[in-house]
């Protein structure tokens, strides 16, 4: 079955950078979109970013789009989301998600079918 598996979260200072994984099994990810969203206390689930599996184009939330690049090793079947230039305001559990392929609809969390379990992220001086 489909496995997907973060890691790479903790506690960073304002201004720090911190790389999140997710390593990804179970199938052949090819004409997938592989999605990151996350979610703060008390808040919906939050798009942040998203890549074609096999053609590498890449999608963005404005909030992130200057600080965030997400990157996928296919040899290595995994998804990396760089962050730079961190804010408080990007505490959140970090999810990574995979779905069919469709760019209308790779912000809409309901499209995806594969989530991980999650990991936190806190931003706090």
């Known amino acids: 079955q489909v496995q997907l598996v973060e890691s790479g979260g903790g506690l960073v200072q304002p201004g720090d950078s911190l790389r999140v994984s997710c390593a990804a099994s179970?199938?052949?990810?090819?004409?997938?979109?592989m999605g990151w969203f996350r979610q703060a206390p008390g808040k919906g689930r939050e798009f942040v970013a998203a890549i074609g599996w096999s053609g590498g184009t890449t999608y963005y939330a404005d909030s992130v789009k200057s600080r965030f690049t997400i990157s996928r090793d296919m040899a290595k079947s995994t998804v990396y989301l760089q962050m730079n230039n961190l804010e408080p305001d990007d505490t959140a559990v970090y999810y990574c998600?995979?779905?069919?392929?469709?760019?209308?609809?790779?912000?809409?969390?309901?499209?995806?079918?594969?989530w991980g379990q999650g990991t936190q992220v806190t931003v706090s001086s």
């Open positions: 998600a995979a779905a069919p392929a469709n760019k209308r609809r790779v912000r809409d969390s309901s499209w995806y079918v594969n």
């Open positions: 179970g199938r052949d990810f090819s004409g997938y979109h």
